[in-house]
């Protein structure tokens, strides 16, 4: 998810830090297309992220270029007394980047041009365009059926969509409806994982000798996953907002060796963030949220996360 606020325009030349901490408590760990059923996973996940605006021709661009760290103690779901089931992992996560490209209303403007052009033709709605990968740099190892990393590509297209409710932009005084439509398109991962669990029993590895006897697919696939991102905002002052936030998930069934596992995604998320500004130029932000609603191949549990940006 990628939060409330997150696709308006801005002036050419701004440049935007971003530090996220997210903590998730769910069957998932940094990729939510990657679902553990028979598991219990606390995830704390920092990224930080740079995205630089500018203009190609007339036309607004932004690149962003994101690396996450991820911190996972995984837990079988009924774990029984005196046995160890509490594998920790902590690596690198898979390295993500995109380009904004403006579609309706995004032109590639300075700042004196750009304060005068959303006040005076004070646009209704920005569309953008975006393009971004997920490259397989994440911790990966094929002995481990719970990876940091995903060891595959995956490609995203999406149309931010902005729209205006409010009479104008001016800050404490702008409602918005935010819709963000997703695709990801995933390669085949060559080297899956092994359908082993770490854990032991009075020091013997018992489950590796269980599991490592189950076959193992010589390559996994998982069908495209949609996804829908929505947030209504609204500003309380000029420094103060809040903000209702959904996200949903549909499709996404993996195959082993051609043979699907018939395991769908239909999901729902609910939450809400407030956000703010600290001093000039700086915004943090607190979201929390879970899944209220999905099939028994979706994620679950809840998530918090607090993320502060400055632009310069």
Known sequence: MYGPRQFWPAPVGTDVFTLSGLYTASNTIVDTSIIFPNLNIDTVVVVPSYSRYFGIGKTLVQATVAVPYAWADVKVSEASTGVDRNPQRDGFADAYAHVLVGLVNAPALGPKEYGAFMAGKNPGVVIMGLAGVFAPTGAYDRERVVNIGTNRWT?????????????????????????????????PNNQPSQPEFVFTYRGLPLGQAITRRLPTPSQTSQDPLAALEIHLTHDLSPTLWVSLDSYSKLGGVTFADGQSNDNQQAWTALGATVGGSPWSRAQLALTGGGVVAGNANSPNGWLVRLQFQQTW
């Open 155 to 187: 490609f995203r297209a999406g149309v931010p969509i902005t729209a205006r409710l409010s009479k104008s932009w001016t800050p404490g005084k702008t409602t918005t409806l935010e819709i963000l439509p997703t695709l990801d398109i995933f390669t």
